[in-house]
């Protein structure tokens, strides 16, 4: 199976010097990007600005902001078989980026716009042979915010977990499936989750 | 001598995920420090959200927003002889931190305010035998306005660096001091240029 995995944050600029960034560490796509190569399959990770190591064998891209996030996704995915959307793209960018650093001078506004939503085109623009895997970062406990998305995006499969997941070595989440199923799992290493994961998404296949 | 050496960015919030940052490493300060160590001085470090390594030896102070820097070098200043701020400390932070992760909804407006100016503040207080050392990251070739802060902020000493500096592993700076002297320095590794830092601020008690 050739699988894309999307890791980290997006930055997206305020001016040269300054951004709005979000504090994932890309760990758990990096994580997934083992599991799934450690399982025998080919892996392409789409990384956001990251300090953590990817597994050696993964065929890296580097983005920043969510608008190349987009871009990259759009060119690499019709050559795989699997999407794992894990990265935290910024769901809104400042309007324009202004082209000098400011200065300190009284209030500053930022106007922001919503960012493309990435997995709902990926998963709406899906051939029959695709599958689409979501993540929801939500408040502890907002399961219904998670299945609402799950089907509003029309995704396989989503994964939700509460906010202290983001920048932790651990994950608790909840699996839900398109069809109703759900599975909860206890809080574990993102490298044990990212197992389970990958053998999770490979059941999509065999169930359609 | 004990120096105070501030490095890397800091983060102001948006909501529990999302933040304000800058592109600032924390690469100029992790030099000063280990040439600042490496020429027997005791220093501290008050480190903004890096991740590259501080020298071993070197104090560590971990902040994350700009009112704790204040905060960390409000206590911290009284202790040292000399200051040196080169830290990329945010100019602007949100007026109010959402108190839950905001969702994907039309337009979204950040209010910022100015935050404290903290390397004037440290200016304002020091006693006749400590001494204060700002950066200012300017465009290329605005010179003008880093000779303006160094006045208005009453600094001894101000390094005016391009902003390519930024996030880079050389520096092309000028060194302006409060007489009107100045010196001319170019393209160098920070580590070199660090340790000629460290030199022209020993001066610094010389002189007075």
């Given at each position: 199976?050739?699988?894309?995995?999307?890791?980290?944050?997006?930055?997206?600029?305020?001016?040269?010097?300054?951004?709005?960034?979000?504090?994932?560490?890309?760990?758990?796509?990096?994580?997934?990007?083992?599991?799934?190569?450690?399982?025998?399959?080919?892996?392409?990770?789409?990384?956001?600005?990251?300090?953590v190591e990817l597994p050696p064998g993964a065929r890296r891209i580097d983005v920043e902001t969510a608008a190349q996030m987009h871009e990259a996704v759009v060119a690499e995915f019709p050559r795989h078989e699997l999407l794992i959307m894990a990265a935290a793209v910024a769901d809104y960018r400042p309007r324009a980026k202004h082209?000098?650093?400011?200065?300190?001078?009284?209030?500053?506004?930022?106007?922001?716009?919503?960012?493309?939503?990435?997995?709902?085109?990926?998963?709406?623009?899906?051939?029959?042979?695709?599958?689409?895997?979501?993540?929801?970062?939500?408040?502890?406990?907002?399961?219904?915010?998670?299945?609402?998305?799950?089907?509003?995006?029309?995704?396989?499969?989503?994964?939700?977990?509460?906010?202290?997941?983001?920048?932790?070595?651990?994950?608790?989440?909840?699996?839900?499936?398109?069809?109703?199923?759900?599975?909860?799992?206890?809080?574990?290493?993102?490298?044990?989750?990212?197992?389970?994961?990958?053998?999770?998404?490979?059941?999509?296949?065999?169930?359609?």
């Open positions: 199976m050739r699988i894309l995995i999307t890791a980290g944050p997006t930055y997206e600029p305020i001016d040269p010097v300054r951004f709005i960034g979000n504090r994932s560490s890309g760990r758990m796509g990096s994580a997934i990007a083992a599991a799934g190569l450690g399982a025998g399959h080919c892996v392409t990770v789409i990384a956001g600005p990251i300090t082209p000098e650093k400011m200065s300190r001078e009284g209030v500053l506004v930022i106007e922001c716009e919503a960012t493309k939503d990435i997995v709902a085109a990926a998963a709406e623009s899906r051939r029959p042979d695709q599958r689409v895997v979501g993540f929801s970062l939500e408040a502890e406990g907002n399961l219904d915010r998670a299945r609402e998305k799950l089907q509003r995006k029309q995704l396989d499969l989503i994964v939700y977990n509460p906010i202290n997941t983001m920048n932790s070595r651990e994950v608790r989440a909840f699996l839900l499936w398109a069809d109703g199923r759900s599975q909860d799992v206890p809080a574990i290493a993102k490298e044990k989750f990212a197992k389970l994961l990958i053998e999770r998404t490979t059941e999509l296949f065999a169930n359609r």
